[in-house]
């Protein structure tokens, strides 16, 4: 079978026009989604009360809020809505994200989340998944962000971010030649003086 070029053509266009996300939604939009839209909110410490009274439940420690991580949460969902697309590349692939944002842990998750019209709604969505679940309980936890970003136009229309991430890891300098002792490693020769 061979294919000729227009329906090689097609093919592309098809597969180019889904890694695009959800085309928007056209023409008017019914006024009472735009004001249940724009009646969405979100309560940081809020937020941070549920993470933590659930947690508490499941015997693990308290979170903070961390500026970095929600910095990286809203981030995510203002990507999500600018490409209307539930992705966790939607801004980026998460580890180089996690680099770019400075958080300095070998312990992050992400949670993302559409359509939830309150944050009650996205928390109890995560709980009922297991993979999002089991992001709310990471035992190292220490800190996290949550975002909103909104969109009547977009498939979601509300769209959630949530970054949890345990402490930044210990770092142990290396004293500079010079400057006091050296550690040696392995096979290595101690340094020349």
Request: charged content about 20%; overall charge positive; hydrophobic content about 45%.
């Amino acid at each position: 079978m061979t294919l000729k070029p227009a329906s090689i053509l097609l093919a592309l266009s098809v597969l180019l026009a889904a890694c695009a996300g959800d085309p928007r939604r056209e023409g008017p939009l019914d006024p009472r989604m735009v004001d249940k839209v724009a009646a969405v909110s979100l309560d940081p410490a809020q937020a941070g009360r549920i993470l933590n009274a659930y947690r508490a439940s499941q015997g693990l420690g308290p979170v903070r809020p961390d500026p970095r991580l929600m910095a990286m949460a809203q981030r995510q969902t203002d990507a999500m809505v600018a490409k209307n697309a539930l992705s966790h590349d939607a801004g980026g692939n998460f580890t180089a994200r996690i680099h770019a944002a400075g958080v300095d842990s070998a312990r992050a998750a992400e949670n993302l989340g559409g359509g939830y019209f309150s944050v009650e709604e996205a928390f109890d969505g995560w709980r009922k998944s297991p993979g999002h679940d089991a992001n709310l309980r990471m035992k190292e936890a220490t800190r996290y962000g949550i975002a909103l970003s909104k969109d009547p136009r977009t498939s979601y229309r509300v769209w959630w971010a949530l970054v949890i991430a345990a402490e930044p890891e210990v770092r142990r300098e290396m004293a500079a030649q010079g400057a006091g002792p050296a550690m040696v490693f392995g096979n290595n020769p101690p340094p020349v003086r």
